[in-house]
């Protein structure tokens, strides 16, 4: 599986972005399909996991209300929207495709439990 992050920029504080993750390869589309984050000096962080297979969804408490995940039809794009961002969104994001099916409480925010990385997009929130 090879994925690619884009959308990705500069964005006002309270303004809307839409990142999306394209998938090339087998085991995307029914996998369970993670947003992860990394901020300047931090750990990165899991946002949000999002399973192919039923569409159910983990959100991040910093980032609920807010951010949304969705698939196009073909199921090969996972699409992160970000509304009302904050400067402390300032990160670059990545997504990661998991061996597993399913999102679930046990798996969705650890790192060890994604098999593949895309390579990040980069998001500015500022004035």
């Known amino acids: 599986v090879h994925l690619v992050e884009s959308g990705g920029g500069l964005a006002q504080p309270g303004g809307s972005l839409r990142l999306s993750c394209t998938a090339s390869g087998l085991g995307f589309k029914y996998a369970a399909v993670g947003w992860f984050r990394q901020a300047p000096g931090k750990e990165r962080e899991a946002i949000m996991c999002n399973s192919g297979f039923d569409d159910t969804t983990y959100v991040a408490t910093s980032v609920k209300g807010r951010f949304t995940a969705s698939r196009d039809s073909p199921k090969t794009t996972l699409f992160l929207q970000m509304n009302n961002l904050e400067p402390e969104d300032t990160a670059a994001y990545y997504c990661?495709?998991?061996?597993?099916?399913?999102?679930?409480?046990?798996?969705?925010?650890?790192?060890?439990?994604?098999?593949?990385w895309g390579h990040g997009t980069q998001v500015a929130v500022s004035s």
């Open positions: 990661a495709v998991s061996h597993y099916s399913h999102c679930s409480p046990d798996m969705w925010n650890q790192e060890e439990k994604y098999r593949y």
